[in-house]
Structures are given as C-alpha cells and as structure tokens.
C-alpha cells in the first residue's frame, strides 16, 4: 500500500524557516508529480506547489512565490518544501499528495494519494 509520510513541521516565529519532508513508500513507487497543499482552519484547502518528477518542472501559489521552494530526491523518494520568510498567514496543516487526478489548465489541482499532515505554525 502506497503511503505518503510527512515531517518537519513546526513552529517558527514569522520571517523563520521551516522545511518539510514528504518520504514515499515502498520505495518503488512513483508518481510522475507530487504537491504540497495547505488548509487552515475555516479555510479551504489550498495548493501550494507542485514538481514534476521527470524533468523537475514546478509550479507555485502566487503567495507562496518567491518564499517557497520545492524539490526532490529521487534516491531517497522524497519531496521537499523549504519554506523562507514564513508569515503568520502560512499557519496551516500541510499535506503532501501524489498521483494527479484533475488538473485545471494543465497543472494539477486534485491528488489520488494524500498523507496525514504536518502543523506548521507562525507566530506573530
């Protein structure tokens, strides 16, 4: 059984940093994109970024551009987002996700494969 395992959250003041790991298992799966997806309380859920595991291509949030980053280690199954200049309003739980399902102008928006979440949270 495919499982996304996230780590790294936490609680930063804001202009902090935070990056967080999302490990997949076994270690022969793969997905040909993996993202990362926010919901805050009361909130929808939100995308953050995406990567494309062949050829690294990403796409990010515009709130999230600049500050964000994702990437990936093919060797370990693992995918990555570093996260710079953290504002109170990144506070949320994010989720790693694999195997797009939809996608909206050509960049994913819906996953198959979700993990259980991370806390991140920024303080003011």
């Known amino acids: 059984q495919v499982q996304l395992v996230e780590s790294g959250g936490g609680s930063v003041p804001a202009g902090g940093s935070l990056r967080l790991s999302c490990a997949a298992s076994p270690n022969t799966y793969s997905s040909n994109c993996m993202g990362w997806f926010r919901q805050a309380p009361g909130k929808e859920r939100e995308g953050v970024a995406v990567?494309?595991?062949?050829?690294?291509?990403?796409y990010y949030a515009d709130s999230v551009k600049g500050r964000f980053t994702i990437s990936q280690d093919n060797a370990k199954n693992t995918v990555y987002l570093q996260m710079n200049s953290l504002k109170p309003e990144d506070t949320a739980m994010y989720y790693c996700?694999?195997?797009?399902?939809?996608?909206?102008?050509?960049?994913?928006?819906?996953?198959?494969?979700w993990g259980q979440g991370t806390q991140v949270t920024v303080s003011s």
């Open positions: 996700a694999a195997d797009p399902v939809d996608y909206v102008l050509g960049i994913p928006k819906d996953f198959g494969v």
């Open positions: 990567i494309y595991t062949t050829g690294g291509s990403t």
